[in-house]
């Protein structure tokens, strides 16, 4: 079948059948089509049956609604070769504004600072756009949907490299040279290698996406407002569209609004977030049903990044998969997309799969957990600290007002600068060999 444009598409329904395949890849999301796209930039895995996608969805997800992209994102997805499809779209930003509501005073904060790159820079988008601007990059069959991954083996014969041996729910067995996990935070891979349950937070998020048919005239600059307990913000994606979330220390109002849209906003706007502006609540009240979620924050512990068994023969990890973290500095879709650049590289220079799978997570263990103590961190002390209160909430609101902003989020800025680097090494001449 072939899609609007006449090109067939990148995706294929599943059929109960035995499949070999170079490389697999569980998940369509941020990190798995990223990775599929890497490999398929360098060569790798073009050869003995290719690169194969499993989506256990029937379509594209675009779970959140919306991200933000930093730079550190940019410069992978410029190394993907998709950069230019995404900045044509969207708008970059440059400022953020918090409020601490209690006081009414504000800070406001310059995410370039100093540096500079071209189009390298701040920028909020739809996250189904993204999707499907690197799934258009990828050949037809790529992509399986409906196939969910029921079991993990591997098998090795005599005189062979150990190779990677899947069974889905609908009895296909797929075997594969490299296996590589991007199935999310609750991740079957991951599970299978042993790495630890994501921890809660102790704090949840409700994200929507607002719509304005008519315009929203709202300035381009993420907002933010401070609260006990709660920190909530919202940033323009478009003339027509805002994306907006509420982060709070988890309640049991939580589970009694499940999936609801119309009480998990009724939940922000009568109680949550009553004292919010009204310009914030104005937003709230716009959302699109169909994008709006309310869900707890996880993250893997820094040290079980470090030192946990991300990677089993030709079998590892990447993306939420790999080292989930909370959203707070906007690096789980950027980390994923570094992930995918750092993985098809390291494949590609590797003498053997479990070489290269090896070669990636010692490359990638060190900045992984530094982005989710980070995250962890920057979280923790803008709400206040997680059901702090008394003495120790009004140190740790000091703490934020006067030391974290002034001279700790400037550090972690810069950690949203960091470029992973080209999938392949320039030449004699300073050009990669894709220019």
Sequence with gaps: MADRGGKAPAWTSAAAVDVDAEMVIVGAGIAGLATALALRRLGVGAAGGGVLVLERHAELRSTGAALTIFPNGWFALRALGV??????????????????????????????????????????????ALLEALAEELPPGTIRFSSKLASIATEKAQGSPEIAVLRLDDGTVIRSKVLMGCDGVHSVVSQWLGLSEPASSGRSAVRGLAVYPDGHGLKKELRQFLSEGLR??????SD???YWFLVNNTVPAEQEAGT???????????NLGRHMPAEYLDVARHSDSGNLSWAPLLYR????????????????????????????MAQGGCS??????VLARALSRAATPADGVASYVAERRGRAAWLVAGAYLSGWVQQGGTNVRGV??????LFRDWIFYRFLFPRLADTMWFDC???????????????
Excluded: C
């Design 301 to 328: 512990a820094p040290w079980a990044i470090l030192r946990g068994p991300a990677a089993r023969g030709p079998v590892t990890v990447a993306g939420d998969a790999f080292h989930p973290m909370t959203p707070d």
């Design 336 to 341: 994923a997309l570094e992930d995918a650049v």
């Design 232 to 237: 909530a913000g919202m940033v323009p994606i």
């Design 260 to 270: 609801d849209p119309a009480k998990i906003l009724r939940e922000v706007t009568d």
């Design 240 to 242: 027509t569209d805002v």
């Design 421 to 435: 680097g080209d999938l392949v090494e320039p030449n004699a001449e300073g050009k990669t060999h894709s220019e």
């Design 83 to 128: 950069a230019h499809k995404l900045t044509s779209r969207y708008d970059a930003f440059e400022t953020s504004r918090v409020t601490t509501l209690e006081t009414g005073a504000t800070q406001v904060f310059r995410f370039a600072g100093r540096k500079s790159s071209g189009d390298v820079r701040v920028r909020p988008m739809h996250r189904k």
């Design 392 to 397: 120790r909430g009004y140190m740790v609101r």
